[in-house]
């Protein structure tokens, strides 16, 4: 869809759940880059809080 060649972030979630769900990452990301290649991706997990401070540092505009 158009709407996801303009956007200004991906968040994946849930990055914990990966095994169990047998989900292919680099697909996913190659996926992205395909529909848009210069989007940041900001991967996370709540249960270990991987990429969570960088999510929030991403949302509130730390560092533009």
């Known amino acids: 869809p158009q709407t996801f060649h303009r956007a200004?972030?991906?968040v994946i979630t849930k990055t914990d759940l990966a095994g169990?769900?047998?989900w292919d990452r680099g697909a996913a990301l190659a996926a992205i880059a395909e529909v848009n290649p210069t989007v940041?991706?900001?991967?996370t997990s709540a249960r270990s809080g991987e990429g969570v401070e960088h999510l929030l540092d991403a949302l509130l505009g730390v560092g533009a």
């Open 8 to 10: 200004d972030l991906v």
């Open 20 to 22: 169990a769900a047998t």
């Open 40 to 43: 940041p991706v900001i991967e």
